[in-house]
């Protein structure tokens, strides 16, 4: 049985929390893989700032360098809101023999008593939550609860800084900073 981790995210920009999370639940809990999912419509907040074609291309990117990160494109695919317990049921479908670790960050722990059909989602799969800063990893939820380094990194924070014409270098890949020139992503209009 394969040990399959599931990093599911907006990727609006993808960053390195989220490169750094996945590297380290690979690590501690021994996985085989890690997949990064991103969202078509994320359920829960506003619409994406760009593209799902552009955030695609910026995840793929992001982990072209790491042979045990790949991308899974099963939510662009698929029209309306991207609910992860959707996501995990056609998961479970196409690869009987896979283990899957759904991994949040401390913020969607918080929030995870407001996920859609969260108490079937929770019998159905693994979740894997990890620190964020100024967020608690506590919850009721039966989850594997993993002590990472903290980065205080988030898109909100990159979207914020290309705004004002201020570097993110060193926040996010080479690689992602290079697809965001090239295309003038997040630029004030
Ligand atoms: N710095 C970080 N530390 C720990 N977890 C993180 C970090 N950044 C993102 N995550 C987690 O990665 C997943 C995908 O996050 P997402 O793509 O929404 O990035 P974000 O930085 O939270 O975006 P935004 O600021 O736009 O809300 C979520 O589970 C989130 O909690
Ligand atoms: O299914 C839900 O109700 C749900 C609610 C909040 C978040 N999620 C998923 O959690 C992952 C991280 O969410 P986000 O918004 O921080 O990118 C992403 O895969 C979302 O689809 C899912």
Redesign the pocket.
């Known amino acids: 049985m394969k040990k399959v981790g599931l990093l599911?995210?907006?990727?609006d920009p993808p960053h390195l929390g989220h490169l750094l999370i996945a590297e380290e639940v690979y690590e501690q809990l021994k996985l085989d893989e890690v997949w990064f999912?991103p969202?078509g419509e994320?359920?829960?907040?506003e619409k994406a700032s760009v593209s799902a074609r552009d955030r695609v291309d910026m995840v793929e990117s992001a982990i072209q360098d790491n042979h045990h990160f790949s991308i899974n494109t099963i939510?662009v695919n698929r029209l309306g809101k991207?609910?992860?317990?959707d996501?995990i049921e056609a998961l479970l479908k196409e690869y009987p023999n896979n283990q899957f670790y759904f991994i949040?960050?401390a913020?969607?722990v918080e929030?995870l008593p407001?996920?859609?059909r969260?108490d079937k989602?929770i019998e159905q799969v693994q979740f894997v939550g990890v620190k964020r800063p100024d967020y608690e990893l506590n919850t009721t939820y039966p989850i594997i609860a993993l002590d990472i380094p903290e980065l205080a990194i988030s898109s909100t924070e990159i979207r914020k800084r290309l705004a004002n014409n201020r570097s993110i270098r060193y926040l996010v890949p080479e690689k992602v900073l290079e697809v965001i020139k090239e295309r003038k992503l997040y630029e004030s209009s």
């Open positions: 599911g995210g907006t990727f999912i969202s994320p359920p829960h907040k939510e991207s609910y992860t317990v996501t949040i960050g913020d969607m929030y407001k996920w859609s969260i989602l």
